[in-house]
């Protein structure tokens, strides 16, 4: 009986950890490139993040460079300096501030949403830094 109940216990969980595990952030590189003129130590890099339906993500950070975001897709929620979210819906764009605290990342839909991340970084720097 005992062996019978972990089994479905089992059963259970597994796809509740399975879709927890599914359910986190993905990114795709798109381009990396060393910026020209007076810049010099810069670079340009871009990824396009997935962000499944019903994510949420409190986990607060920091990046060590200027970050433009375009959404390709449904909409986030961002939340910078532990203020209140704004909320950006596609075809709208975003900036963080180098060194922002970033509080908050949601996407409340029922799809997935896309957003491409432009990074201008210092080489040497650091695009996420988790906060203290």
Do not use: W
């Not at 509740?16 to 990114?27: I, K, N, R």
């Not at 490139?33 to 339906?53: F, H, I, N, T, W």
């Not at 979210?85 to 975003?94: H, K, L, T």
């Amino acid at each position: 009986m005992k062996t019978l109940f972990c089994g479905l216990l089992l059963l259970i969980c597994l796809p509740l950890a399975a879709q927890h595990q599914h359910g986190m952030l993905a990114f795709s590189d798109v381009l990396s490139r060393q910026l020209s003129d007076s810049l010099g130590s810069y670079r340009l890099v871009s990824k396009v993040m997935e962000v499944p339906a019903g994510f949420r993500d409190t986990v607060a950070h920091y990046h060590d460079a200027d970050l433009f975001g375009y959404v390709l897709q449904g909409k986030v929620s961002v939340g910078l300096r532990r203020a209140s979210p704004e909320v950006f819906a596609e075809g709208q764009m975003f900036h963080e501030p180098r060194m922002t605290l970033h509080s908050l990342l949601e996407n409340r839909g029922q799809l997935p949403a896309r957003v491409l991340l432009l990074f201008i970084i210092r080489e040497g720097r650091r695009e996420y830094i988790p906060a203290r």
